[in-house]
């Protein structure tokens, strides 16, 4: 039983996603998917045929919003003013845009406090949540009682995202998109990706996910 919070952050292709739900439900934990929700809000801006460069109005898109998520590791739900995105929100429209609407600051100030009250909640609830993003051991949760920072080769990345994916992407066009993403989420001045400094960093390139698992259950125990 986990109680407190597991920090979960990195670039994309990881395994993050994947890891930080069996984590959660190992753990008979909640979990938080934050990406999840910039990429409802991303949604919400381009529904709205708002410029995502144009910062103003992707913010008042994004205070107008109204976004429900799941906090169970096995429900992956995701509801934008009632509807059911889970699926849209994973499109390639979405993810072109994400970045730009996620280093708003007043987008990522409106997210993180909603972040924030279901991370108290939860804990309220059933006492442990794994949260995973990019900025969730740095900003929203730096007291966390575990921060993991998962790595992996760029190449493995792409791989994996390739794998997900199901369409026509060559690995290669995943690379590249991968990499610009990771460019631009570390490289904005709003709660940039990067490790926190007490975070464990856990280089994922060699493992499975019943390895990442393992290493990421030891740690916990340790602490417990
Ligand atoms: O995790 P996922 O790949 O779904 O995240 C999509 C995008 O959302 C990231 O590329 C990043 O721009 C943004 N994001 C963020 N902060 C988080 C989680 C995601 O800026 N905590």
Redesign the pocket.
Known sequence: QLRGVVAMDGP?GTG??TVARRLASTLGAGYLD???M??AATLSVLRARVDVTDAEMTATVVERMRLEISDEPGVAAVHLDGEDVAVEIRGPEVTTA??AV?AVPRVRELLCDQQRAIIERVLDDRGGIVV?????GTV?APDAELKVYLTASPDARARRRATQDGRLSTVDAVLADVER?DR??SSRAA?PLRRADDAIELDTTALDVDGVLAALLSNVDERG
Do not use: F, N
């Open positions: 994309s993050k996603s934050t990406g999840a910039y990429r994400v970045s996620s995973e993003g990019r900025d969730i929203v993403r631009l989420d709660a």
